[in-house]
């Protein structure tokens, strides 16, 4: 099936809109019947997929109502020529507890490939900047980046481990606020000095591929929180943040979520569903789509993500610090371009072009069946492009990554800013949004439950995230409706 989402170029094709993936949902709807249903979820992303498939397992009637055509949210692959392009949320790892449980659970881990392989080929590291470029093998890149990174984080003398000792509860100790007040531009000022200029031109690319945002609209403290995930080191960084990903792609997980839902026969569906409203009325909650269908539960969840919940209206109004959070929302512009390369020597390369360029972080990810060289690219909005608009500077600056070296046959993508029911890639918060509003996004609205890797506590802006929040919220309702336990005002 081809989803309305994503973009593919050749140059026998052109640009066409929509991409084959295993996540379309045919037929859209199987809703027979009026309900009302026990909980209706928003959102089949991974918390919306979770929660389902919890709530179905502990018996409840869930309808699942999607504004796509697919499952998936920001993690979803398209199978092209038998081969998966990642268009969203892609790598894993056994050190993220709440994908690792499910990757179990489903059987999956011998499913997992590395994306790395520096077996053949060039085996070399690309580092252009405005100044001009070096080749380092790939022990010289991971010293320099170490380096760089160790001075950043070392905010205590122990690389950040005293400020945020725990990191699933980052603000543990109170001074870790005070670095939510800083960008990674304030911290940056801080040791300028130290920096040669091949660690500050690496180190900026790399926070800027973490935050895809601007130095300055980068929260030092969301920086030491992904650091503390990662276990405090740039290895750490390496294996849990672009190591290992699905031989199926991301859709081929996803879908187990959703198959083991609806085989318990207590799933209702409607894709290419829209909300428009959510209206609680203290004894259930309504839901209004966009095409004008009512459907009540007495439960809610929203998987709705930050930067599009003020689309939706919500009857009562949302709280004033969870609205001004949705205001501002995070400040994640990610642009990540696939591109299938002719020259097979590049499996093994790895670059970084910056600040000219409008990609900025690449790695050789693969090997399609044709035998040419998946390279995956990744910008931010430091330097944005919207790739569909002009797809001659996306190659140009795919072929700026390694110039000679980029014979660019195919480009496959997704653009997050322009998605309407995303608008954005992964949660990076700016500075004093997590200090400040962070409980506010957790709490609970009535008979509304908010879940989403956005405001989760520990791999927030990651898969595991998500799936941390589907299973909080299916867990807090199964106990309410069972009567075990008292209505929290704070899940
Ligand atoms: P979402 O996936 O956004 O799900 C929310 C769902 O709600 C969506 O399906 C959406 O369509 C639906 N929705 C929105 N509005 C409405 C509405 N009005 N009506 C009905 N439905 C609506 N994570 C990793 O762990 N590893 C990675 O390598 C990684 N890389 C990433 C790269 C990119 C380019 C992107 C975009 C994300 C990446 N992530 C990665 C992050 C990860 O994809 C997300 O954190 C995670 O998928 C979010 O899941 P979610 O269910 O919380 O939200």
Known sequence: MTSRDGFQWTSETGLVQGVPSIGVISPPSNIAGVGPWDIIVVGSGYAGLTATRDLCLAGHKVLLVEARDRIGGRSWSSNIGDYPFEMGGTWVHWGQPHVWREISRYQMREELEASFD??????HFQLRTNEGESIMNHDEEDTLLAAALGKFVDVDGSMGRKIIPYAHDAFHVPEARQYDTKSAADRLKEIATSLTPNERTALESFVLLCSCGTLETTSFFEFLHWWA??????????????SYKFKGGQSSFAIKFFKEALATGNLSYSFNSPVQSISDQGGNVTLTTRDGNQYTGSRLVSTIPLNVLNTVSFNPPLDFQRASAANTGHVNQCVKVHAEISNKDM??????????????YAIGDGTTPAG???I???????????????INATKEAVQSMAPGNMDVKRLVFHNWSKDEFAKGAWFFSPPNLLS????????????VLFANSDWAVGWRSFIDGAIEEGTRAAFTVTEELRGSSKSRSRL
């Open 347 to 360: 499996r093994s390369w790895t670059g970084i072009s910056y600040p000219f360029n409008k990609l900025t």
């Open 372 to 374: 040419n060289t998946h």
């Open 229 to 242: 995930l990662c276990g405090y080191s740039y290895q750490g960084c390496m294996d849990a943040l672009i």
């Open 436 to 447: 400040t509003s962070l409980d506010a996004l957790r709490s609970r609205h009535g008979n």
């Open 118 to 123: 520096f077996s053949r080929g060039v085996n």
């Open 376 to 390: 995956v690219c990744f910008g931010g909005f430091h330097n944005h492009i919207q790739p569909e608009e002009n």
